[in-house]
């Protein structure tokens, strides 16, 4: 089985600040670890991915996430937020299992960009 | 290239009726797959399609049900609706499917509202 938990549902941030959106894992094997992000009225995008490669993941927007396998965490950062980044973001882990494959979604986090 | 596109848009139905939606892959992708979001229960997993075949499904009742067309077009169908069926409901294609742990391309979705 596996899970994801997000701490967080809500974080707001002043624009030029850290952004920091906490993710959880929980799983039987090796991980498979996304974020996406979604903007207002529009479907999920990919920010990044993980798959074993290496553990600090660049994305797109600034973004970079790093695996900590001892923590089982996955947590998304951007060093200095833009109003453009509110959205809402979602972590996911997923592994290669096969017909049992299932790529599971955290509640999501609802980043805040304070001008 | 054309992104996902998911029809219609918005959708009001009255509860004990039925709804099919429709979701248009990425061209060339051959896996769609399903997931309703809704405030509470975030992102929940519908099911795969894969060369129209259900490849996985998630912990859905029977009332949600899906196929795939030979042109990777794919449908989902709802009956006897519930009020608890109201959500958005996004499609997300991709080239290979599950289990290969790409990425996802997500269409903007259905709102369904069940009064």
């Known amino acids: 089985a596996q899970s994801v938990t997000q701490l967080g549902s809500h974080v707001s941030v002043s624009e030029g600040a850290l952004v920091l959106l906490r993710c959880n894992y929980s799983s039987s094997v090796p991980p498979y670890l996304f974020w996406y992000v979604q903007y207002p009225n529009q479907g999920l995008q990919l920010l990044l991915k993980y798959t074993s490669a290496a553990t600090l993941v660049k994305g797109i927007n600034g973004f970079e996430a790093e695996f900590k396998k001892s923590e089982t965490s996955f947590h998304l950062t951007k060093p200095s937020a833009h109003m453009s980044d509110a959205a809402e973001y979602f972590c996911?882990?997923?592994?290669?299992?096969?017909?049992?494959?299932?790529?599971?979604f955290g509640k999501g986090t609802l980043l805040t960009v304070n001008p | 290239k054309a992104g996902v596109t998911q029809t219609p848009r918005y959708l009001i139905k009255t509860r004990g009726q039925q709804v099919t939606l429709s979701c248009s892959p990425i061209?060339?992708?051959?896996?769609v797959s399903w997931y309703q979001q809704t405030p509470g229960q975030g992102l929940q997993f519908l099911f795969e399609y894969f060369s129209e075949t259900q490849r996985n499904k998630g912990n859905f009742p029977g009332r949600f049900s899906g196929r795939q067309f030979s042109n990777s077009r794919s449908e989902m169908n709802v009956s006897t609706l519930e009020l608890g069926d109201s959500a958005l409901y996004l499609c997300?294609?991709?080239?290979?499917?599950?289990?290969?742990?790409?990425?996802?391309?997500f269409g903007s979705g259905t709102q369904l509202s069940v009064l």
């Open positions: 061209s060339g992708h051959r896996s």
């Open positions: 996911a882990v997923s592994h290669s299992g096969g017909s049992n494959y299932k790529l599971t």
């Open positions: 997300a294609s991709s080239a290979l499917g599950s289990t290969t742990n790409e990425k996802l391309f």
